[in-house]
């Protein structure tokens, strides 16, 4: 999953939604079951998500979308090796960059 968001201190919840092709319920529900995602308040109460959390949910959306486990099971999985799933997931991060980049190299040749 290649998310697309500028460098940016926060992310409103809208954005976060777009980035993961997802309803902002989801982003809402994930918030709620996920201890790991913590975004902001502002004064109007709207969320702001930071960086961080923009890489849990990668982590989280990874587990549940791409590999199929249940909320119980990824809740497990990044309780039980944390530093194993971060690492997996900046692989596959550096991974999707070269791919696009490839991607962009064969456009442009053809």
Not at 8 to 24: C, H, L, M, Q, S
Not at 53 to 58: A, C, G, M, T, Y
Not at 76 to 99: D, F, G, T, W, Y
């Amino acid at each position: 999953m290649h998310v697309d968001l500028p460098k940016k201190r926060y992310y409103k919840i809208g954005e976060v939604a777009k980035a993961f092709d997802v309803n902002t319920s989801l982003i809402r529900f994930w918030e709620g079951e996920f201890d790991i995602i913590k975004p902001k308040k502002n004064a109007k109460g709207n969320r702001l998500f930071t960086p961080e959390d923009i890489e849990n949910f990668k982590l989280i959306y990874n587990l549940v979308k791409e590999r199929g486990f249940t909320l119980d099971g990824a809740k497990q999985k990044l309780k039980q090796n944390p530093e194993k799933i971060v690492q997996n997931q900046e692989i596959i991060s550096r991974l999707e960059a070269v791919k696009a980049e490839l991607i962009k190299i064969k456009n442009q040749i053809e």
